[in-house]
């Protein structure tokens, strides 16, 4: 098991309480939590830092691009229903 490492969290408003507890463990075993705009407020809010990130071609630094320069260990994601999706890998 990874004991540290950095996680982008992008979930849907319904999914929020749910990961909350997820977020938390991984922020208290020493994990950065990297987050999209509303996420960040939710975990911010709930007293876990987080480091702001664009939603996939709304920055400069958005999740894709840190997954993709191998910035990242863990995603956890939840797409909203009326979120337009980018799809990668198999066609």
Known sequence: MIQHGRVVVTVK??????????VKGLYDLGWTIY???????????????????SKLGQGERDTVSLITEGKINLVINTP???ASHSRDGLT
């Open 35 to 53: 987050a999209t705009a509303g996420t960040s407020d939710y975990l911010n809010a709930h007293d876990i830092p987080t480091i702001r990130v």
């Open 13 to 22: 408003n319904s999914d929020k309480a749910e990961v909350l507890p997820i």
């Open 80 to 82: 909203s229903q009326t």
